[in-house]
């Protein structure tokens, strides 16, 4: 059920939110004056929650302006039920406005004070809540586990209401998550309970969501039979939150059975209630909703008017999901009026809102995992100071009671220094075990660490170079799509998208081949190659890709054979030819040869007439200083930085080296050695 729901139902009791409704507030565990009369702030924080429970949702800003006062009283005075108490009702408003990381900051701080006070009930709140902060994060899978243990803590304390209130939000997480029929099957079951135990409110959230779940399947008729039952129990328990949620579901529902006129009056009012609590992200749903309705009405300038209307409140409130269905809902509206251009344009924001809004709760949830390891190793770490703790404790102990021994009786002496050498020993080994595990805890924590440098990199480089030709590419496809091209345009755009395919093919060549060798995953495969004739494949390919009218040269004699793997070679000469190219001027010279080192190794080199380097760029080029970084080319032409990392690493893996001679403005020569053929 949703925080509102657990809020009321166990920490308050009662709630006027509505108007004429009484505003007397229940007395309740929490404002017992028993059991704080020890504290001399009790009365002014139990007036300022009651100013809260009066503001509420009606003045949201005053509500967490007062509930911030009455928490830093309680931590002043050390009042750990009013500050848990405050964490959760201020966790409450900010979830209400979709600042769901304060949320969870703020329930998690409750759910520990919960513990420490021993309030199971409060702690079963709280984990629904944690729950419901997840979800909203899209962290489904954290949400369903925080809402497993309140079931769980609910069967123990055979807590009825509970056990309905978790088994609805399971279902709802199974509902995000696309089950349909097992989310069904849970929401059904806590509708049955809160029958049971006559809880109203329980009934009115399941019917939303089964008629919600109806939709979804497209049982239109059968949603409405759901939510208007819903809506029935809703108003009459003056639910503001729910009330216009349902009114929205029932005006889609119309809205897919055609039947458009409903449909507006459902979405308006809903509109009008969320006006009176000021809710803007709601507002905008609703000229949302109305403007879809006046598309497929044909209306198109009053549908033009309501999209629009939404997009600017959407953007005013930094609403970015419902900024990206305007966005949709606005492509398409011109799209049926024949405005391609106007609609394509409309797309492209679309897409672009999505993405970015896609990569950053992606970033969300790998910040959520990599809080969770560094708690988890603060935990591992006071966990083995404590042992630490314990075992001194114990040697001082032991070593008190072996010294009184010793005073008393002289006679066992002897047996106590053994027994003392003994006990050392032990410790020594213990110590030995212990200061190994603690390095063995390091080098996990630095793989861990090198795993999660190695993730930001992929995807820093997956959502930037990645995402940029995709999008060049898509777009010249819609362009192609809409029949405006003529024959030239459409031989330049093939011309255009062969190339960006190409690049792209290139990248993604290469970081799998990186991830590759950061996972160990890559074995060397030795055979005897013709040196010659690669070098000859890779040098066709380059004459036919490259448009800077680069000359290449094959100076490597026929029949040179080099005893190596095939890929790893190819992969080597195939990014220094492209660097080469990269940092030669148009009609440059490229030219692969080679020379005998010694009897076991050959060298190969790849040499360009290009810009050249200065020194200080040769110091670093292949340091692990220099990190994972690019320069532009003499064509402005962009890069990832793997391609030198890869063939560095490639080039020892094989045993052998790698080095650079280069001069500013004259060119640059890359060498490495490779085996000979045994042969």
């Known amino acids: 059920m949703n925080r509102g729901l ?10 006027a939110c509505a108007k004429g409704q009484s505003n007397k507030i229940k007395e309740n565990k929490f404002l017992d004056p028993v059991r704080q009369t020890h504290n001399p702030d009790s009365s002014k924080m139990e007036a300022l929650f009651k100013l809260v429970y009066e503001y509420d949702l009606d003045n949201i800003d005053t509500s967490i302006y007062l509930a911030n006062k009455i928490r830093k009283l309680a931590i002043a005075s050390n009042s750990l039920m009013y500050q848990a108490e405050a964490d959760v009702k201020l966790a409450y408003y900010y979830n209400v406005q979709s600042q769901y990381q304060k949320a969870l900051k703020l329930d998690l701080e409750a759910l520990k004070l919960f513990e420490k006070l021993g309030d199971g009930e409060s702690m079963m709140m709280c984990l629904n809540n944690i729950g419901e902060d997840y979800f909203d994060l899209d962290l489904f899978s954290d949400a369903y586990d925080y809402y ?13 209401l509970y056990i309905a209130i978790s088994t609805y939000n399971i279902g709802r997480v199974l509902k995000a998550m696309g089950q349909l029929e097992k989310a069904m099957e849970y929401i059904q079951n806590s509708l049955e309970l809160s ?23 497209s049982e239109y008729k059968q949603a409405l039979v759901k939510l208007h039952e819903a809506l029935k129990v809703s108003r009459r328990l003056s639910l503001k939150v729910l009330t216009p949620k349902i009114m929205h ?13 409903q449909a507006l009056h459902y979405h308006d009012s809903s509109m009008a209630i969320y006006q009176t609590i000021n809710n803007k992200s709601g507002m905008a749903e609703a000229f949302l909703g109305k403007g879809v309705v006046y598309r497929k009405m044909s209306s198109y300038d009053k549908a033009n008017s309501l999209l629009n209307r939404s997009l600017e409140m959407s953007d005013n409130i ?3 999901d419902l900024m990206i269905e305007g966005y949709h809902e606005l492509s398409l509206l011109y799209e ?21 809004l896609f990569g950053e709760k992606r970033s969300e949830q790998f910040a959520q995992i990599q809080l969770k390891y560094e708690t988890a190793n603060k935990d591992m770490e006071i966990a083995f100071l404590s042992q630490q703790e314990e075992q001194q404790k114990r040697q001082l102990e032991n070593e008190e009671f072996f010294r009184n021994i010793l005073v008393v009786i002289l006679a066992f002496t002897a047996v106590l220094l053994i027994t003392l050498y003994r006990s050392s020993l032990r410790r020594k080994k213990i110590n030995r075990l212990l200061l190994q595990h603690q390095q063995e805890m390091e080098e996990q924590s630095r793989e861990m660490s090198g795993l999660l440098a190695m993730k930001d990199k992929f995807f820093s480089i997956l959502s930037h170079d990645l995402r940029s030709p995709i999008n060049a590419i898509i777009g010249i496809l819609d362009m192609v799509e809409s029949g405006y091209v003529t024959q030239e345009e459409l031989l330049q755009l093939t011309k255009s998208l062969k190339l960006r395919l190409l690049s792209t093919k290139k990248l993604l060549g290469n970081l799998m081949d990186w991830a590759l060798i950061q996972m160990n995953e890559i074995t060397i495969k030795e055979e005897d190659i013709d040196l010659h004739q690669l070098a000859a494949e890779n040098i066709n390919f380059f004459r036919d890709t490259n448009d800077k009218n680069i000359q290449f040269i094959n100076s490597i004699p026929e029949g040179t054979v080099v005893h190596t793997d095939r890929n790893m070679l190819d992969l080597i000469i195939r990014n220094l030819a492209s660097n080469a190219m990269k940092f030669t001027e148009e009609e440059g010279l490229v030219e692969l040869a080679c020379q005998d080192k010694d009897q076991e190794w050959l060298i190969l080199k790849v040499i360009d007439n290009g810009i050249g380097m200065s020194q200080e760029q040769q110091n670093i080029l292949f340091t692990n200083a220099s990190g ?6 003499t064509a402005n032409e962009e890069g990832t930085g793997l391609g030198l990392k890869l063939c560095k690493e490639f080039v020892e893996r094989m045993g052998g080296d790698i080095w650079v001679e280069s001069e500013e403005g004259k060119g640059t020569t890359f060498l490495f050695t490779v085996k ?4």
């Open 195 to 217: 029958r049971v135990i006559n809880d109203s409110e329980g009934i009115a959230y399941s019917y939303h969501d089964i008629g919600e779940i109806l939709i979804l399947e």
């Open 676 to 679: 000979k053929s045994l042969q």
């Open 6 to 15: 657990l809020i009321l139902t166990i920490l308050f009791g009662f709630l």
């Open 336 to 356: 049926r009026r024949r405005l391609f251009e106007q609609s394509l344009n409309y797309y492209k924001k679309y897409k672009a809102l999505q993405d970015s």
């Open 628 to 633: 994972l970084h690019t320069t532009r080319g």
């Open 318 to 320: 930094q609403d970015r």
């Open 249 to 261: 579901k029932i005006a889609i529902a119309h809205e897919n059975l055609k039947e458009f006129k």
């Open 148 to 160: 497993q243990q309140s079931l769980r803590k609910a069967r123990e304390e055979e807590n009825k």
